[in-house]
């Protein structure tokens, strides 16, 4: 696959005022498919990528090497293997955008013009959300599969439990997946009940949302699944810090009207947590705009 590079003038935005008809910023699966249907649609287009990453991963495979069904090495491959060969790719971050220039300043302090923008950064992971989670995670039975690389430590967990309570937590949105706690936690419970642990085992799933899913025609599949592994549902329970030496995690608790908030605390041996996610900064700064 050849990907125009900065050898060839177009990566890395040395160029003052290069210009382009599209600029997408984000190389992930999105950025990607994006410029695919655009160049499918338009072969002329001048399409570039700004995207600084060196791996893409398969993020939704990390739920399946959490649960013992993938291995971790089988959803990354190297940028350049995906990165279509008709698009310019810089390997930088943005730090502006620049909408009524119709331009995007780089880290480098490269300016790229545009016609179109299009902004698929993704969101970044907002660990401190939750106190005392950064500190906790992939130690003392707290883990996260969208910490790169911890979805191992998620199965050695797994794995190594044999008795007591499992926490899957579900924060509010946005996340990445809304299916993705209850993944985590229906393959978990799975090998419980494959290897004998799962009657020993108390598994509760603490959703900061008012139902199981947010899709109706889903919610009774799903249920189903609830009650084939005895899960405890616990509605409207946002996790707000996480203590792991102590092996305790506490929630806050809204009822629907949200008018009275109570926290309670929960002793744990093992917790996964969904991560929280939050905008990169350079998208909250004035004269902003996607297309």
Same mark, same amino acid.
């Given at each position: ?30 950025? =990607? ?16 990528? =700004? ?26 491959? #190297? ?20 909408? &009524? ?10 300016? =790229?013009?545009?016609?179109?923008? %299009? ?47 499992? &926490?899957?937590?579900? #924060?509010?949105?946005? =996340? ?10 229906? &393959? ?80 744990? #041996?093992?917790?996964?947590?969904? %991560?929280? &996610? ?14």
């Amino acid at each position: 696959m050849q990907t125009n590079t900065a050898e060839q003038g177009k990566e890395q935005g040395k160029e003052q005022g290069k210009q382009h008809t599209v600029v997408i910023v984000g190389g992930g699966a999105a950025g =990607i498919s994006v410029a695919a249907s655009l160049h499918k649609r338009d072969s002329t287009l001048d399409i570039a990528i =700004i995207e600084p990453a060196h791996s893409h991963h398969y993020q939704p495979g990390w739920t399946m090497v959490g649960g013992g069904i993938f291995k971790p090495e089988t959803t990354s491959k #190297p940028m350049a293997s995906v990165m279509p060969g008709f698009a310019s790719w810089y390997k930088q971050t943005v730090c502006s955008v620049d909408e &009524l220039n119709n331009q995007v300043t780089l880290a480098d302090g490269s300016v =790229i013009g545009y016609q179109a923008l %299009v902004l698929a950064p993704g969101l970044e992971l907002n660990w401190a959300g939750i106190d005392g989670l950064k500190e906790a995670l992939g130690s003392n039975g707290v883990t996260s599969n969208y910490q790169e690389g911890m979805a191992s430590y998620t199965w050695e967990m797994v794995q190594s439990l044999k008795t007591g309570r499992a &926490l899957f937590s579900q #924060p509010p949105m946005p =996340i990445k997946c809304a299916g993705a706690p209850q993944k985590a936690m229906y &393959l978990s419970a799975d090998y419980w009940l494959r290897n004998g642990a799962l009657k020993n085992i108390d598994i509760q799933f603490h959703n900061a949302g008012a139902v199981l899913f947010g899709v109706p025609d889903y919610v009774p599949a799903l249920q189903s699944y609830i009650e084939k592994y005895g899960v405890e549902l616990n509605y409207q329970n946002n996790l707000v810090s996480v203590n792991g030496p102590s092996h305790k995690a506490t929630f806050r608790r809204t009822k629907a009207t949200r008018a009275a908030w109570f926290l309670k605390a929960k002793q744990l #041996p093992g917790l996964y947590w969904h %991560v929280m &996610l939050k905008g990169h900064e350079w998208m909250a700064k004035p004269a902003r705009r996607s297309v």
